[in-house]
Structures are given as C-alpha cells and as structure tokens.
C-alpha cells in the first residue's frame, strides 16, 4: 500500500467503512512511524441505490443483503482488534427517506455510529485519498470517482482541493433509470450521456479555468473501465483510459445489445450490469471537459477516511482550519469564543465522570463554544437561531451531517429556550448527552458574560443525575448573580434542576 505521512507515534490498527450506493468497502491498516500498512481489504457489491424505490424508500431484501455484508465486516473488525473505526455513508443514506431505519441496524452490527456525509464532503475525502500518489507534486489534478448514486469532481493542486462537487448521476441509478428494460441501444446511451451531461453543465466552465495537468479516476466504473481497455489492447499502460478507447467501449456495449450479455474480458460479472452506465457518465465527463485519457489509482474515499481518522489528533485536523475559516468570515471574537471554551471544557471535566461523557462530547463542546456567536455575523436578535442556520446548512470539510447537525443544535441551545434535541440516530451524540452538553455551554456563556477573562469567579460544578449544583467559592457580582437566576428559570422550563450557592 502507498506510504502516507502520518504523525509518528506507537502503531494504531484503523478500520474505515465505506457504505457505498453501489459496494460497501473494508479497509484496515497498521499506522506505524509514518506509514499506512495495509491488513485487509475488502469490498461487497450491495447496491443500496437499486433498493430505492419510487418514494426514495429502501426495500427490505437490499436492507438484509446490507446488514449481512455489515456482520461479515464486523467479524474482520473484531479479528483485527482495531484501536479506531470510522464508517462513513454516501449517496444512498442521503437520499433514501428511510435510511434511519436502516442505520440503527447497520450500527448495532457494528457498534460504531454511522456518519452520514454531505456531497462535498466525500468529494473531499476521495480527494485526499487519492492525492496520497502525488502528495508532493503541486500540479493541478482533476480527480473523479463514479460511484453508484454519485459522481465527485475535484479538481486540487498538491494534496489541496481547488473545486468540489458532488454530481446526481451515478452508475446504479442511471442503470435503473435508462437501462431498465435491459436494453443497450444508441438511443438508450445517447439518453444517459446527456442527462450527465446536463449534471455536468453547471461545473464545466469552472473546473475548465482552474485547468489540471493529469486526470485521475478513483473505484470501480474507472477501474472497470481500465482493465477492459487494457484486455482489448495490450499495449495500453495499466490503469490508462483513452478517449478512443470509450468510443470503442460503447460501441462494443451496444453491439452486446443487452445487459444480460455483457461480458467482457477484464470486466467482473457482478459489475457487468451496472456496467454501460458507468460508460455513459465517464464519456459524458470525456466530453465535458475536453479530456483525450485518465488514469485510474487505487486511492479512494476509504483511503481518505482513514487519513481524516488519523490526523483528528494533531494540529492538522481539517475541523479545525473550518471552524477556524468560518470565524473570520462571520468576524467572530475569537478571543472570548476562546474563553467560552476554556470555560465549558473546565466545567465538563468536572462531569466526565458522574455524566459518562467521552472524548467525542468534549471535542463537540469546544467546537460549540468556538462558534456559538457565528450568528452575530447575520444579525444581533436571535442570532443564536441565525448560527444554528449556518452551521446546518454551510459545506464544512472534516464534519459528517450527524456532525453538522448536532453542533447546530448545541449553538441554538446556548441561550434562551431549550430547543428539543435531534432525534436518536440523527446528530453525532444521543439526544441526551447533547442535551448535558447544551447545559455546560449555557453556564460558561454566563459565567463568560463579562467578557473579560480576567473577571473569574472560581467555582465547583457537581451532578446528582441531572441535577446541577453550581458552587461559587467566594462572593460573585450582583449581574452575575441575576443572570445566573434568569438561567435557572430557562433550565426549569424544560424540567431541569440548576442550584446556584454563593458563600
């Protein structure tokens, strides 16, 4: 497996789980001393896209055929004794209107939380997994990945995307939606190749004026793709796809006639029938961007999963440049947003304990803390509603939806009403332990109101269950001391206990 730069440090077993429309994919490696060794890796056709039915529900057989693949992984995970797991879920989860119901299931077979990713986002981890074969080559790239509900577009220089974007076109739906007689024609491929070409309409101006030196493609239409060509002529270097070579494809594709005849040497007989969709998309891309040859690499969004896991304990967490990037653009005062966190996190390792809190909640509260005023850069009156709005629906590399909603929610509950939680199985955290973390930011917001660090009113925070004792250890200011009191009324509006002794 390629080598990656990692922090060094004793050696890690990581497992990254991608719950693709089209194939789940297992990846566990050993992350030693810099460098990604690979264990196992795997991958199962399930196509969750095709168990879409026409209310965008997933139908009970595709749901099983899922959970089974999902034990077969659980069993590999739990043989390999892997230290972290992260699981990630594409197009599918975020179209099918069910897709909870299937998630609880997934996770218990897991025992990991299933995050959700939005478009960019995975366009985004694709990227940074596939750029790890030219991570010190600063030459523009466009990158693209075919997948069964999707297709990501990227275009990045070195390890850093430019243009992100995720497209509704992926091979599984687009075999469903033109190929469902099972018919190939020219009719049939000129009709798919258009529909991608109108997805594609809206991003071909853009990613032509960054312009790219090389074209890569990432999974397994390109994949296919490659080693079909290469089979049909020999001399093509491994891995290559020519514009000739498409043309030759479809042509060979419409003369086979149906999809119940695709068979082609190089070309996997679980893939044969998603197989001249996947052709339709990749030529509509050819075209749209003027492209002559690509060049597929094994690094995908598992691989950038794996790497994200990883650097979320160093100074390279990408969480931290958005949340970081989103203060300047909103004018944030970084300064008491800083002082809110310190105090929040000060308050929360008093609880870690009583309350069962873990390292996920603490990272939650401080991003919390770091952004809770996001929503003065809209407007001052319910600017705690303005910055729950932003952060639900901005494109924030590095954080799933669950994440996005959950650190959403916390904003809107830093102040005034209780708002209620998110539903079980939607934000990152369980309804109730948001709820515990939306009381700590409350009080550090008080207790921060002066806004001057240098104004510390030493305290002890205990709980009995939910019960919350706030304990000052010497005098505090009468301003203090009401808005203290007003936060108690907020707190026994939703049945809370808040006990506020002065000496």
Not at 26 to 52: M, P, R, W, Y
Not at 384 to 405: E, I, K, R, V, W
Request: aromatic share 4%; proline share 3%.
């Amino acid at each position: 497996m390629t080598n990656f730069q990692t922090p060094s440090s004793a050696p890690l077993r990581l497992a990254a789980v991608d719950l693709g429309s089209n194939s789940f994919h297992l990846l566990i490696v050993e992350a030693d001393n810099g460098h990604f060794t690979e264990l196992e890796k795997c991958s199962k056709k399930v196509q969750l896209a095709a168990g879409l039915d026409d209310h965008g529900q997933l139908d009970e057989n595709v749901m099983i055929r899922a959970l089974e693949c999902l034990e077969a992984f659980g069993t590999i995970i739990d043989e390999h004794r892997v230290d972290r797991l992260r699981v990630v879920g594409t197009n599918a989860l975020r179209t099918a209107a069910n897709s909870i119901d299937f998630v609880v299931c997934a996770e218990q077979c897991l025992g990991q939380r299933i995050e959700t990713i939005s478009g960019r986002e995975e366009a985004r981890l694709i990227y940074q997994g596939a750029s790890t074969a030219w991570q010190n080559d600063t030459a523009h790239c466009l990158v693209a990945d075919i997948g069964g509900g999707s297709t990501e577009l990227i275009v990045g220089s070195g390890t850093r995307p430019l243009a992100l974007e995720s497209l509704e076109m992926g091979c599984v739906v687009y075999t469903r939606r033109f190929f469902g007689s099972g018919d190939i024609t020219e009719a049939t491929m000129a009709s798919a190749e258009q529909a991608a070409l109108l997805e594609l309409a809206n991003i071909t101006a853009h990613y032509r004026r960054l312009g790219w030196q090389r074209a890569i493609g990432t999974s397994g239409t390109i994949k296919a793709a490659a080693a079909t060509l290469r089979a049909i002529h020999p001399g093509l270097k491994k891995g290559e796809i020519t514009r000739e070579g498409l043309v030759e494809l479809r042509r060979k594709l419409i003369e086979l006639g149906h999809l119940d005849r695709v068979s082609m040497s190089g070309l996997k007989s679980n893939r044969a029938r998603v197989f001249p969709a996947g052709i339709a998309i990749l030529s509509a891309i050819f075209k749209a961007l003027n492209l002559e040859h690509m060049q597929h690499t094994n690094g995908a969004l598992r691989d950038g999963v794996l790497l994200d896991l990883l650097s979320r304990d160093t100074r390279h967490d990408v969480r931290h440049t958005t949340l970081g990037d989103m203060q300047r653009q909103y004018q944030v005062d970084v300064q008491h947003a800083e002082y809110v966190a310190a105090t929040a996190l000060t308050l929360f390792d008093q609880l870690e304990t009583p309350w069962a809190l873990d390292e996920a909640s603490r990272q939650l509260l401080e991003q919390a803390a770091m952004v809770h005023e996001i929503g003065l850069g809209i407007a001052h009156n319910r600017y705690h509603q303005h910055g729950s709005y932003l952060l639900a629906n901005s494109d924030m590399p590095g954080f799933s939806l669950p994440d996005q909603l959950a650190l959403a929610w916390l904003v809107q509950a830093h102040r005034r009403q209780l708002p209620e939680p998110p539903p079980e199985h939607r934000a990152a955290l369980p309804s109730s332990t948001l709820m515990r973390l939306a009381r700590l930011l409350r009080l550090a917001v008080v207790l921060c109101r002066a806004r001057d660090s240098a104004d510390h009113w030493p305290s002890t925070l205990a709980a009995d269950d939910d019960s919350l004792t706030l304990t000052f250890l010497q005098p505090i200011p009468d301003l203090l001391r009401q808005d203290l009191a007003l936060e108690q009324q907020w707190q026994q509006r939703s049945g809370l206990s808040l006990i506020i002794e002065t000496p």
